[in-house]
């Protein structure tokens, strides 16, 4: 008998049957997607600019032990800025008369950022975890090898960003928060569709252009060194996908029917407008014990006064992305301009000559910038 081999006596244990599409238990969400696995016998190397950015992914693999310095004391107080469009809304949603926070001052705000920062990694790992099932998916059902090759070193990437992101919560902040339902229902949309190119379009035209954006805002705004380090090899792995998906899509579009392709134009009006009014994080509200409907009318009356828009530097530099990654794919224009129309009344066509991630992916790259310092000193 080999070493491998069960004994003939050996009885493995009951496994319990999952139900269809429903949360098991807190740790566990079932989703069938119904899509073909392609199983490919062709090898051929013909898509020269997948090639490249495989090539580049290769190359700019990091390691989450060894390029990270987990020893890094971090100071969760330290890290929040209590200057920011959303904390001037908060402080301004205090003044309110009979607000349900009247009686907060510095530290209570402080609680307030340091919470809402969680909030955020937090959604950032889950979308991680998408990111990875989405690549995963797209790597079992795009019909080239070349995007298959790539889509397993982003499958990869995604791994080690749930991973990194995860473990700094964890060892530097505290207990997460649940995934938002709002981020659940857009990654499950897109693992249920049995389509492999809205896996792409969604996926690497929109959440990872969105993350691009959130990405580089914290970049922009915190100094503890852990997290940047964090941060800008995060980005660099992102900008790439960004580019996988436009590279792929642009191809693919070329051939689809106008019918298809308004398809696409509509989930992209309805995924991106709706991406617009995301709303304050209600559970960080009730983590700090006040309820989101109550010290609700007091931020609207505050933003009101205030004209604070807490996400528009956001919304800026998503859309700076977003708009031009579209236009790559032939999207814009098709069907008479049917999402040219869409955007242009929502105001996101300012952003349409803004450099495309296609184009740029190569100037986020922080891996090959810090290895070639070190190589150089």
Known sequence: ??????????????????PDKVVVDDAIKVIHDHAD????????RDRAQLVTLYNKAMASQWSSVIDLDWSTDVDPEA?????????????GAIEVPGSPIKSWGEKELTAYAIE??????SQ???????????AAKIVETVPWIDAKYYASTQTMDEARHTEVFAKYLQTKLGDPYPMSPYLEEQVTTLLEDSRWDIAYLGMQIIIESLALAAFGDLLRRTEEPLLRKLLRYVLADEARHVAFGILSLAEFYEHLSEAELKDRQEFLAENTLRNRSRSTT???????????????????????????????GFQKAFFSKLVPNVGKLGLLDANNG?????????????????EDTASDYASYDAVAQDRAAASDS
């Open 124 to 134: 950032f790992m889950h979308g991680e975890q998408g990111a990875m099932m989405t």
């Open 37 to 44: 696995r392609i199983f490919l016998w062709e090898y051929g």
């Open 79 to 91: 890290l929040v800025d209590l200057d920011t469009p959303m904390l001037r809304l908060v402080k």
């Open 116 to 121: 809402g920062f969680k909030a955020q990694l």
């Open 338 to 354: 049917y999402l040219r129309k869409q955007w242009d009344t929502a105001g996101l066509m300012a952003y349409e000559f803004a």
């Open 282 to 312: 209600p559970e960080v509200w009730d983590r700090l014990g006040v309820p989101f409907e109550k010290v609700a009318p007091a931020l609207a009356e505050a933003a009101a006064a205030l004209k604070v828009n807490p996400f528009a």
């Open 1 to 18: 008998m080999s070493a491998t081999q069960a004994p003939e006596s050996a009885e493995l244990p009951d496994l319990p049957e999952l």
